[in-house]
C-alpha cells in the first residue's frame, strides 16, 4: 500500500551514513573527494546502503504496483540505441552490430508523490551532493513530465544491452531490488573519448573479445550508483528468475526548465506519450 504522507528526506536517505544535508560535516567533504576520485579513476561511483531499508521496501512497493502501467521496451539495437543498420558501412562495424535489448519503464507521472523515489530525486541536498561529485556548479531537476524519476524494472528473460548514454554527461540509479540471478551491470571504462569513437577496439568487445576489460560493477539493493555513461559502454546482463530487479533512474540537468524531445518521450515510455500531447 502506497503511504498516504512523504518520507522526511532524512527518513529516506541513510544520513547517520551519508550525512549530505550537513556541509559542515568533515564526514561529508570526504565523501565527496572520494567520489569524485573514483568517478575519475574509474568512471563510477558506488554509494552502498544510501537509502534505508523502509523507504526501499515502499519503493519496491511502489514498483509493483505501477507495473501494470509500464511501458515495455523491447527491441533489437546497436550500442547507439539505434534500430535500423547503416548500409555504407562494413556488416561488422559497430552501428552494425545489434542485441536485443528488453526492459519495462515506469515513468515520473506513474509514481506516487509520497513515493521515497521522488523524494529523494527533488532533495536539494541530493541534487548539491552529485553536483559536486561530477564537478559542476548547480544541477536542476529535469522539467519533462515522464523524464525526471524512473522505475526501470527487468523481469526474467529482460536485459539492457551494450550501448553508450549519449547525451548524458553522467548518469544516477538506484538499486531497489536485485533479482535472484543474472541482472549484473557491466561497464567497460574509458571505451571511446570524445575525440576518438575507437571503433576497432569497440568493434572488439561488442564481439566479444574483450572480456577482461568489462568491469561488474557490485550494486547492493539501496546502493546509489553513479557512472558516466557516455564514453563507457554498459549493459545489463539477462535476469533471471521470479524476483524483479528494480531500478531507480534520475535525471538531472546543468540548466533549469529541460524537457524531452516528445518523439523520443513516446519511444521510451509509449503511446499514451503522443495521445496526450
Not at 553522467?170 to 531497489?176: A, E, N
Request: aromatic share 8%; glycine share 6%; hydrophobic share 35%.
Amino acid at each position: 500500500m502506497t503511504l498516504k504522507t512523504a518520507m522526511r528526506p532524512e527518513d529516506v536517505v541513510d544520513t547517520d551514513t551519508y550525512p549530505i544535508n550537513n556541509p559542515g560535516d568533515p564526514r561529508r567533504s570526504a565523501l565527496i573527494r572520494d567520489c569524485r576520485n573514483q568517478l575519475e579513476s574509474q568512471q563510477y561511483c558506488v554509494l552502498p546502503g544510501f537509502i534505508r531499508p523502509a523507504a526501499r521496501a515502499q519503493a519496491v512497493s511502489d514498483a509493483e504496483a505501477s507495473l501494470a502501467l509500464a511501458h515495455h521496451n523491447s527491441a533489437r539495437r546497436n550500442c547507439y540505441l539505434y534500430r535500423q543498420p547503416d548500409p555504407s558501412l562494413p556488416e561488422d562495424h559497430s552501428r552494425n552490430t545489434f542485441f536485443d535489448a528488453s526492459t519495462k519503464m515506469i515513468a515520473y507521472d506513474l509514481i506516487p508523490d509520497p513515493s521515497p523515489v521522488k523524494t529523494l530525486y527533488h532533495w536539494q541536498a541530493t541534487r548539491q551532493m552529485i553536483a559536486e561529485i561530477v564537478g559542476v556548479d548547480e544541477l536542476f531537476d529535469n522539467a519533462d513530465p515522464y523524464q525526471p524519476a524512473n522505475l526501470l524494472c527487468y523481469q526474467t528473460g529482460d536485459r539492457s544491452s551494450w550501448h553508450f548514454d549519449s547525451e548524458n554527461a553522467f548518469t544516477v540509479t538506484l538499486m531497489l531490488q536485485a533479482p535472484e540471478r543474472g541482472g549484473a551491470f557491466e561497464l567497460v571504462p574509458n571505451t571511446r573519448s570524445e575525440t576518438d569513437p575507437n571503433e576497432d577496439y569497440l568493434r572488439e568487445v561488442l564481439q566479444g573479445q574483450r572480456q577482461e576489460d568489462h568491469v561488474e560493477v557490485a550494486r547492493e539493493e539501496g546502493a546509489l550508483c553513479i557512472f558516466r555513461g557516455c564514453n563507457s559502454l554498459h549493459r545489463v546482463s539477462p535476469v533471471e528468475g521470479d524476483t524483479m530487479r528494480i531500478m531507480g533512474v534520475f535525471v538531472y540537468e546543468t540548466e533549469p526548465g529541460v524537457i524531452g524531445d516528445p518523439q523520443v518521450n513516446e519511444t521510451v515510455y509509449g503511446a499514451r506519450v503522443a495521445a496526450s500531447g
